[in-house]
């Protein structure tokens, strides 16, 4: 099934879900069928993901799934077995890649076995972290496998005490080291890292800063020393491969401009980066040449199905 031929081949794109990010979800998802209506030679149809999804792509039988699904069902290796399941070919990463690089704590041995530099973290009970320092601040609480900045709490040493978190975040949480500086990512399409992207905000850069207009000003190429340039596209291609990731994946740095090379931390590796016109990867790829069109058409072509 899929990348069956066809006077005009099938695309399915793959959008909404049931996760916090569903409406980040819905942006990527219409952008991308926009871009690949632009690019011309795909019959696009937007599939927004419900209980029906495998009746519905079933019957559609698509050449490949361009999956925009953002955070849990999405890129956490769910979806991505359906898909398998129903040997239809989709994009980006496979099943274990995407269950990796969302268990952020899993994700890390596997860097730290890569020898890429990471912050200390330890996964804790919601209510042992509201109840006192689990570890000196300043640090930061967020969820083990939600992305996009969702749920995530900065405790500064000024704090009174231990941060009261919101009902919606799990019973278990992930705590980190704070790790101060210039907030970096780079996208890796393929075997290729396209470029460094700085990321500038006002203050904590949460899903606000990341989707708000306004919210954040995006540099690209990044202004910095080329040694931290060429760390940052080794990291991120090693990260990629590290996780066994396909297709796109985005890895996201912290750098200390004062311990210079030292100072360079990997933050995560994000397997369903946003995907609208004006999203990091997208810009990243613009920079190289690469127009949004051409970036979503060169994704369609590049699905795989494992099985």
Same mark, same amino acid.
């Given at each position: 099934?899929?990348?069956?031929?066809?006077?005009?081949?099938?695309?399915?794109?793959?959008?909404?879900?049931?996760?916090?990010?569903?409406?980040?979800?819905?942006?990527?998802?219409?952008?991308?069928?926009?871009?690949?209506?632009?690019?011309?030679g795909?019959?696009?149809?937007e599939?927004?993901?419900?209980?029906?999804?495998?009746?519905?792509?079933?019957?559609?039988?698509?050449?490949?799934?361009?999956?925009?699904?953002?955070?849990?069902?999405?890129?956490?290796?769910c979806?991505?077995?359906?898909?398998?399941?129903?040997?239809?070919?989709?994009?980006?990463?496979?099943?274990l890649?995407?269950?990796?690089?969302?268990?952020?704590?899993?994700?890390?041995?596997?860097?730290?076995?890569?020898?890429?530099?990471?912050?200390?973290?330890?996964?804790?009970?919601?209510?042992?972290?509201?109840?006192?320092h689990?570890?000196?601040?300043?640090?930061?609480?967020?969820?083990?496998?939600?992305?996009?900045?969702?749920?995530? &709490?900065?405790?500064?040493?000024?704090?009174?005490?231990?941060?009261?978190?919101?009902?919606?975040?799990?019973?278990?949480?992930?705590?980190?080291?704070?790790?101060?500086?210039?907030?970096?990512?780079?996208?890796?399409?393929?075997?290729?890292?396209?470029?460094?992207?700085?990321?500038?905000?006002?203050?904590? &850069?949460?899903?606000?800063?990341?989707?708000?207009?306004?919210?954040?000003?995006?540099?690209?190429?990044?202004?910095?020393?080329?040694?931290?340039?060429?760390?940052?596209?080794? &990291?991120?291609?090693?990260?990629?491969?590290?996780?066994?990731?396909?297709?796109?994946?985005?890895?996201?740095?912290?750098?200390?401009?004062?311990?210079?090379?030292?100072?360079?931390i990997l933050?995560?590796?994000?397997?369903?980066?946003?995907m609208?016109?004006?999203?990091?990867?997208?810009?990243?790829?613009?920079?190289?040449?690469?127009?949004?069109?051409?970036?979503?058409?060169?994704?369609?072509?590049?699905?795989?199905?494992?099985?």
């Amino acid at each position: 099934m899929g990348k069956s031929s066809g006077q005009t081949p099938t695309v399915a794109v793959l959008m909404g879900g049931p996760s916090a990010e569903r409406e980040v979800s819905l942006s990527s998802g219409r952008a991308c069928a926009a871009a690949l209506r632009e690019h011309g030679g795909y019959n696009v149809i937007e599939v927004e993901a419900d209980r029906d999804l495998p009746a519905v792509l079933a019957d559609l039988n698509p050449y490949a799934v361009l999956n925009c699904l953002h955070g849990r069902w999405g890129e956490d290796g769910c979806v991505q077995g359906l898909l398998e399941w129903l040997k239809l070919p989709y994009t980006h990463s496979g099943v274990l890649a995407s269950a990796l690089a969302m268990d952020k704590q899993r994700s890390k041995d596997v860097f730290r076995h890569a020898g890429l530099p990471v912050l200390e973290s330890v996964i804790a009970p919601k209510a042992d972290v509201m109840a006192a320092h689990v570890m000196a601040p300043p640090y930061v609480v967020k969820p083990n496998n939600e992305g996009s900045s969702v749920g995530v &709490y900065l405790v500064a040493e000024e704090n009174n005490g231990p941060p009261q978190l919101s009902e919606d975040m799990p019973a278990e949480v992930m705590v980190e080291t704070f790790a101060p500086g210039r907030e970096l990512t780079t996208t890796v399409m393929g075997d290729r890292a396209l470029a460094v992207t700085d990321i500038i905000t006002t203050g904590w &850069y949460d899903y606000d800063a990341k989707y708000k207009p306004g919210g954040s000003r995006h540099v690209v190429p990044a202004d910095l020393p080329q040694e931290i340039t060429d760390l940052c596209f080794d &990291y991120a291609r090693r990260a990629h491969a590290a996780l066994g990731c396909k297709g796109i994946s985005r890895t996201d740095f912290r750098w200390d401009e004062a311990r210079g090379a030292e100072g360079l931390i990997l933050l995560e590796t994000n397997t369903q980066p946003g995907m609208t016109a004006t999203s990091l990867s997208p810009e990243q790829a613009a920079a190289c040449g690469i127009s949004f069109p051409e970036l979503c058409a060169w994704m369609v072509e590049d699905a795989t199905c494992d099985r």
